[in-house]
C-alpha cells in the first residue's frame, strides 16, 4: 500500500492527528481494510514511520500559523491506528495543544489503552483531554470479541467498560458509541444502559459513518 508521513489533516470540523498505525484489534468493519479512499483530504495515512512529539508539536506550530486554524473547534487524536499505543507521545501534544493552542482536545479510541500499557491510564488523560470518544460495538462480550478480534481475548470487553467508567472520574465528557443497525435493539437498549451505569454518552452512530479508530 502507498504509504507517506502525514501527520495532520482536516476532517469534519476538527483537525485531526495520526500518531500510529498499530492497533490491538482488527475489526471486521475497519476503513484500513477497505478498498475505499481513505478520506477526503489526505493522500494516505498509512506512516513510513511514527512521527515523534517534536515533529507532532513542530507540524502543530506550522498549522496554527494559517488562517484556516481559528476555524478547527478541536483537535482529535484519531488516525489509521490506536493512538494509545503512543501514550507518551499523546500525553506530550495533548498538553502543548491545552498549553499554547488553546483548543478542545479528543482522543478517539477503541478503549484498551490500558491493555496496551500494561497499567490504568485515565488519571494520566486529567487536563488533557476534553473529550474521550470509545467505540463500544455491543454490550455482550462475545459479539464484541467476533467484531473486534482484539488481540487480548476475552478480557477486552470489561477493560473496555473498566477504562471507560475510569475517564469519567478524569476527563469532562465520555462518549462510548455503537453503530445503528449492525447490532439489535436490545443490544443497543444494553449498551445505554451500561453507559447511564458509569456515567457516559451513548452516541449511536449512522451506519454509513465508518470507523476510524
Ligand atoms: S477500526 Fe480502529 S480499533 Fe478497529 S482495527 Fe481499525 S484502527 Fe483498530
Redesign the pocket.
Known amino acids: 500500500m502507498k504509504k507517506g508521513f502525514t501527520i495532520l489533516y482536516p476532517e469534519f470540523e476538527g483537525l485531526y492527528i495520526n500518531l500510529t498505525n498499530r492497533?490491538p484489534?482488527?475489526?471486521t468493519f475497519?476503513i484500513?481494510n477497505s478498498e475505499r479512499a481513505e478520506f477526503d483530504n489526505v493522500d494516505t495515512l498509512w506512516l513510513e514511520r511514527e512521527p515523534t512529539a517534536q515533529e507532532v508539536i513542530a507540524a502543530l506550530k506550522e498549522e496554527s500559523k494559517k488562517p484556516e486554524f481559528a476555524d478547527y473547534k478541536e483537535i482529535v487524536f484519531c488516525g489509521y491506528?490506536?493512538p494509545t499505543e503512543r501514550l507518551d507521545v499523546l500525553l506530550e501534544v495533548a498538553a502543548f495543544i491545552k498549553k499554547e493552542l488553546k483548543k478542545p482536545t479528543r482522543l478517539n479510541t477503541?478503549g484498551l489503552g490500558d491493555l496496551v500499557n500494561q497499567k490504568s491510564i485515565a488519571p494520566l488523560l486529567a487536563g488533557k483531554l476534553d473529550v474521550v470518544s470509545i467505540?463500544l460495538n455491543s454490550s455482550d462480550p462475545d459479539i464484541y470479541e467476533k467484531t473486534?478480534r482484539p488481540k487480548f481475548g476475552k478480557k477486552s470487553h470489561a477493560a473496555l467498560i473498566k477504562f471507560a467508567s475510569d475517564c469519567t472520574k478524569f476527563v469532562p465528557r465520555v462518549v462510548l458509541s455503537t453503530v445503528a443497525t449492525t447490532i439489535s435493539a436490545e443490544d443497543e437498549k444494553k449498551c445505554t444502559e451500561i453507559c447511564h451505569k458509569i456515567g457516559a454518552e451513548h452516541r449511536i452512530r449512522e451506519f454509513e459513518i465508518i470507523?476510524k479508530?
Open positions: 492497533c484489534c482488527a475489526c475497519c484500513r491506528g490506536e477503541n467505540s473486534v470507523e479508530s
